[in-house]
């Protein structure tokens, strides 16, 4: 009952809005400030002792519902004890003007206590503080001097934060890198030194110091001004401002200034731009202070007579108003304007495109720079560009900024068979997409949309699925800097392509023409290789590694360094240049050559270049080279099969009838290229094309007709003396098998050919169905003959293996024998029996294919070394299965070294996947190589090795074979 009073009393000694509130949220008591502030706003009847402010509050008004009932809902929060305390900040409005609150509610007996704080003018203050805090973070960030903010601390300087400016010029690291760090932790030695050097001083002194310097940046060599400011607080300095500025130009400016008066000239005299001087006197007479040559050209008008003259005077009373509000609209915008405008000068009538470009100075303007372009020509050539749209030979689309179609040309629509109708505003990726997925490069056309050119060769589809390979070209269009839309270009590049795959046949195969690309570095007037032809290596005596990345001033000597920017010009206007000039080789020697150089924007970068070399005294040597290489194989240096369909074509006349034409292939050459390599089948075939020529006569023709296969062209030739070559042939042939086998292999393998001919007797017969003939009668004597001859080179492998390696005859025959008896114990048939005989003589022939040294080699085998070893066995199945009657044996010799446990090789087969014969060879093979031993590794006894084999059973071995061996054994 005492408490009313004295809340009452203490209310009312409160300078803050206050109120009591029951559990039920009904007002109880107020203070003062409240009945004030209540009555000010004409609102006491509705907050006053009685209301449930619950209610109030939910009822607010619109603007103010949100807050209201956030507030409504903290307050119920702090009444169920769910909180204790609640806040809430709110503006309130009344006419006076916008006032902020702020509310506190905490639990008091049973409701609670609320109170509303006054805080605009701390909201005022916090603004002004967010607003200086913005200025000054603006100008840190913006202000074109370097600004650093340094922390004194324990008598060392560490580094808070520096602007952008600081960071660009000295070449610290990213502020995140350089918090809390020294100048000596951040910059060179001879920088932090001067710096630390300074930051002591003013530290020292507490005074602000100024100070120039010069220092090796890593933005290059500068001169600085700088200046320390101290901040003090208490007589102590805590931090240092750090401000410095880029003086380096102004150091050179009176250097410069004495140059720029004679550069203006220079540049205004022999600028190819028309470019005309206006003078603005106190920002409101503008008259036309000087005209360059080009500008006097196009006008008719010169400097003498327009020079202190408003345009009004120079041209008259309309003219020059028209010509004068130009020049003041420049003059109050105070920024660059560009206009069209039609003047009649006295060289003539004409449409300008004119820009105006003001300069400033301390604030004024001073002069307005002019340049104006002819623009009547492209007046006239906008009336036929959409005529060249339409009638273009490229296919085009003219797409939105969206990549939606807009138009298309009748390129387009005959090539993709698509109407305007049909695809409008539609995605033209879409549209290409719909007859083959993922045919499109949706990256490339945002890159487009976003403002960049792509240029690139890919595969489109027409919409029956019909492919094209293009040049396709995307092209944005900009509008004040912003992208509106694409022009997207098809070029059908089909035979472009083949020309240039022919242009880097050329390229690759000239010997006496240079082709060097060049990087060309428009500003520096500098270039560099970028690739050397085997031309230019032969003609230069560099080596492509020598020169690239290199000045292509290696090339030419002193004397020829006058030309260069001559060229280089005629690159940046994109010209060819052409000229003899002297030009160096590797040993210093000069010599004279026709030059072309070529921008070829085409293939290149728009910044590389093309320069050709010819050597002139060459240009014969190559012709005659190039046409002996397109008529001449490049392997056996016989005709080829094109000189051979040419002159099959020439000869093909009565006068020499009868003609006969040879056909003949070579057998084995796949075994030869198996087993011992395509050098040795090269040998196979540079031999085949020896004995050849040796047997034919010089007025026949003979060349390679394909990869194995020679063709001889024998005119007036009747089909006995043919047979009669052919019968030479063979005789060649097989002195090559009467050769050493082993010598033959080792160096050249002998020669089988397949054999077939035919004659042209009537002028009414096709040579071509003759040739047809002779290929198969060639085919007939293969099946006939060709497994002979495949098994004789068999025989010679054999031999040549028995030379080469540990794998003699004897263990051959050893394997053999024991494999036989082995298989006759287990009741093989007679056929399998034979199959095992051929397999014991076959299972190593693989062999063949590993180095000599390493089957000889005593010691351990490298891991390369037994991987190498290890493939001989499906080698050897390669060798063997080009022979009709041994194919078979293939997958036999293959699975020789697997293992009953699958730990085998080449393919890890286990147990009955590993063929019986196999299996049987597996065993017999290991029996023999334990007792009569190898050159890394000796025999053991027989019965040491028994033991091996059923030690090994199960594992290596097939059980039961291996128990079916060692009872073998036992019994002999």
């Known amino acids: 009952m005492n408490d009313k009073p004295q809340i009452g009393e203490f209310f009312d000694s409160w300078p803050y809005i206050a109120a009591i509130i029951d559990r039920k949220g009904d007002i109880t008591q107020v203070n003062k400030e409240w009945e004030k502030n209540a009555v000010e706003n004409g609102c006491l009847q509705d907050c006053g002792a009685g209301v449930n402010y619950l209610e109030v509050a939910l009822n607010s008004s619109a603007s103010h519902k949100k807050e209201a009932q956030a507030a409504a809902a903290g307050i119920k929060a702090v009444l169920s004890g769910e909180r204790e305390i609640f806040k809430q900040r709110y503006s309130f409005c009344p006419e006076r003007g916008e006032k902020w609150f702020e509310m506190k509610v905490k639990p008091y007996q049973q409701g609670a206590l609320i109170i509303h704080e006054d805080i605009t003018e701390y909201k005022k203050e916090e603004k002004r503080y967010e607003h200086l805090y913005k200025e000054y973070e603006t100008v840190f960030n913006n202000l074109h001097s370097g600004v650093a903010l340094i922390n004194v601390k324990d008598g060392n300087f560490y580094y808070e934060r520096v602007n952008p400016y600081h960071r660009e010029i000295g070449g610290a690291e990213i502020e995140n890198k350089i918090k809390g760090k020294t100048p000596e932790e951040l910059f060179r030695k001879d920088i932090a030194d001067k710096t630390m050097e300074y930051l002591r001083k ?98 008719g008008l010169s400097t003498e007579e327009v020079k202190g003259k408003t345009p009004i005077e120079v041209l008259g009373e309309e003219i020059g108003k028209e010509v004068e509000a130009n020049y003041r609209e420049c003059l109050e915008k105070r920024e660059t304007t560009t206009y069209e405008e039609e003047l009649n000068l006295p060289a003539g009538k004409k449409t300008w495109l004119t820009r105006l470009t003001p300069v400033i100075v301390e604030g004024k303007v001073e002069k307005i720079v002019g340049s104006s372009l002819d623009i009547t020509e492209l007046k006239e050539e906008k009336q036929w560009s959409d005529a060249l749209f339409e009638e273009s030979t490229s296919a085009i689309a003219l797409l939105d900024e969206n990549g939606e179609v807009v138009n298309i040309n009748d390129k387009f629509r005959k090539i993709f068979g698509y109407k305007l109708s049909e695809i409008k ?125 290199k000045p292509v001033s290696i090339l030419h000597p002193k004397e020829t360094e006058d030309k260069i920017p001559n060229i280089i010009s005629k690159m940046n206007k994109k010209e060819d240049w052409r000229d003899k000039l002297k030009l160096k080789r590797k040993n210093d020697k000069n ?30 040597k190559t012709r005659k080279q ?50 011992f390599g395509h050098e040795m089948g090269d040998r196979l075939l540079k031999k ?133 008896k082995l298989g006759e114990k287990l009741g093989l048939s007679e056929g399998k029996l034979k199959d095992l005989s051929y397999l014991g003589s076959l299972h190593d022939i693989g062999k063949l294919t590993v180095d000599e040294e390493i089957l000889q080699k005593s010691g351990a085998l490298s891991e390369k070394e037994c991987k190498d070893v290890k493939r001989h066995s499906a080698k050897g199945a390669k060798v063997v299965a080009p022979v009709k009657e041994l194919t078979h044996l293939s997958t036999l010799i293959e699975y020789h070294h697997e293992r009953w446990d699958g730990k085998g090789y080449p393919r890890g087969k286990e147990k009955t996947s590993i063929p019986l014969l196999a299996r049987i060879i597996a065993i017999v093979d290991a029996y023999d190589v334990m007792t009569t031993g190898r050159p890394y590794k000796d025999s053991i006894s027989k019965e040491e090795a028994l033991e091996e084999i059923k030690e090994c059973a199960g594992e290596q071995f097939d059980p039961e074979l291996a128990g079916k061996f060692v009872e073998m054994m036992k019994e002999k």
């Open 202 to 299: 003013c530290r020292e002194t507490k005074q602000s110091i100024t100070y120039e310097t010069q220092l090796k940046l890593p933005a290059g060599n500068k001169h600085l001004l700088s200046k320390l400011s101290p901040v003090i607080i208490d007589d102590k300095v805590e931090k240092i401002v750090g401000i410095f500025q880029d003086i380096t130009t102004q150091k050179r400016l009176e250097q410069d200034l004495k140059n720029i008066n004679k550069e203006y000239e220079t540049i205004l005299d022999n600028s190819q731009s028309a470019i005309f001087l206006l003078n603005v006197e106190n920002e409101e007479r503008i008259t036309l202070q000087r005209l360059n040559k080009t500008e006097e050209k196009l006008t």
């Open 626 to 675: 190039l046409e002996y290489t397109s008529y001449h194989d490049e392997l056996t240096d016989l005709y080829n099969r094109k000189f051979m369909k040419e002159n099959m074509k020439r000869l093909d006349t009565e006068r020499q009838l009868p003609i006969s034409l040879i056909m003949l292939d070579v057998n084995g050459l796949k075994i030869i290229n198996d087993t």
């Open 591 to 620: 010599f004279t050559a026709m030059l072309n150089v070529h921008p070829f924007t085409e293939v290149l970068d728009d910044n590389k270049v093309l320069g050709v070399v010819i050597d002139v005294s060459e240009l014969e």
């Open 688 to 820: 085949t094309s020896e004995i050849l020529k040796d047997s034919i006569r010089q007025e026949d023709i003979l060349a390679r007709w394909a990869g194995d296969e020679f063709l001889i062209l024998l005119p007036q030739t009747t089909s006995s003396e043919a047979e009669k070559i052919i019968e030479r042939v063979e005789n060649k042939c097989q002195q090559t098998y009467r050769q050493n086998c082993d010598k033959a292999l080792k160096d050249e393998p002998p020669v089988s050919l397949g054999k077939g001919f035919a004659t042209k007797t009537d002028p009414g017969q096709d040579l071509e169905k003759n040739l047809k003939l002779a290929d198969e009668q060639m085919y007939k004597d293969k099946r006939k003959n060709g497994i002979t001859a495949k098994r004789e080179m068999i025989n010679c492998l054999l031999h040549r293996l028995y030379k080469s390696s540990c794998e003699n005859e004897s263990h051959t025959l050893r394997i053999t024998r024991l494999a036989l």
């Open 425 to 549: 505003d539609k995605q033209l990726d879409d549209v290409l997409e719909n007859t083959k997925k993922d045919n499109v490069d949706r990256e490339k056309t945002k890159k487009v949309l976003k403002g960049e050119k792509c240029k690139f060769e890919a595969r489109r589809y027409d919409r029956d699925g019909n492919p094209y390979e293009f040049l396709i070209k995307g092209i944005p269009v900009k509008l004040d800097g912003e992208v509106k839309g694409i022009y997207a270009i098809f070029d059908d590049i089909t035979e472009s392509k083949q020309q240039r795959e022919k242009l880097e046949a050329i390229y690759n195969a000239s010997t006496n023409v240079a082709f060097v690309i060049v990087d060309l570095d428009k500003e520096q007037s500098e270039t560099s290789i970028k690739d050397f032809s085997p031309g230019a290596e032969n003609i230069f005596g560099y080596d492509r590694k020598e020169v690239l990345e």
